[in-house]
């Protein structure tokens, strides 16, 4: 069965500095991988996601994710943030037929002024 | 246009009663999904509709769980004789043909009491 750890539950940054949230996967085959953003009271929207070809991808927002297969591996960049950046991030990975998403515990991002 | 939505935002029941939480997808979605939001277990699958092929239920934590989706749009989540460990927000999601991304609703936080 697929898994997804992210392995920090917290990161705190300073508005204007970059920032970098870890995922890995566990998968058998190839994995489409997601990044969701869940801020306070709200439902999930997606930044970006990940099927095939480049493994740099762009989303939303001003995110960016590297697919590193050797590592599994799909990190999520910022080069810098916004105070409006804080918010918990959630890594999934979705399987090729059914389509349904196993999420990782997800990182709550601080931002400090 | 119109986005999922969820009703009621907001249940508080008391143990041992039923509940039933509604989904609306978004208008042409073929697929639908059911997923819970809970501090000890994260985001977890619950169930899966996909067109009028019989439903992944694979996620649903106990026979006290049902989902039902009439003419292919609108479902609705049942949860029976409720136990405190079924609070949670329970967030629904739904996606075009052929498309691997989901759009989710804002969620139902439910409150056993």
């Known amino acids: 069965a697929q898994s997804v750890t992210q392995p920090d539950i917290h990161i705190t940054v300073s508005e204007g500095a970059s920032l970098e949230l870890r995922c890995n996967y566990s998968?058998?085959?190839?994995?489409?991988l997601f990044w969701y953003v869940q801020s306070p009271g709200q439902g999930l929207q997606l930044l970006l996601k990940y099927f095939s070809g480049d493994t740099l991808v762009q989303g939303i927002k001003g995110f960016e994710a590297e697919f590193k297969r050797s590592q599994s591996s799909f990190n999520l960049r910022k080069p810098s943030v916004h105070w409006s950046v804080a918010a918990e991030y959630f890594c999934a990975v979705g399987e090729a037929a059914g389509n349904k998403l196993t999420f990782g515990g997800g990182t709550r991002v601080l931002v400090k002024p | 246009g119109a986005g999922v939505s969820q009703s009621p935002s907001n249940k508080v029941t008391e143990k041992g009663k039923d509940v039933e939480l509604r989904c609306d997808p978004i208008s042409g979605h073929t697929a639908l999904y059911w997923y819970r939001q809970s501090l000890g277990q994260g985001l977890e699958f619950l169930i899966y509709?996909?067109?009028?092929?019989?439903?992944?239920k694979s996620g649903l934590p106990s026979d006290r769980f049902s989902a039902e989706r009439t003419g292919g749009s609108v479902s609705t989540l049942t949860i029976q004789r409720t136990q405190q460990e079924d609070s949670a927000v329970y967030l629904c999601?739904?996606?075009?043909?052929?498309?691997?991304?989901?759009?989710f609703g804002p969620g139902t936080r439910l409150t056993v009491t």
């Open positions: 999601a739904s996606s075009p043909p052929g498309a691997q991304r989901q759009y």
């Open positions: 509709f996909q067109g009028n092929s019989a439903p992944d």
């Open positions: 998968y058998g085959a190839t994995p489409y």
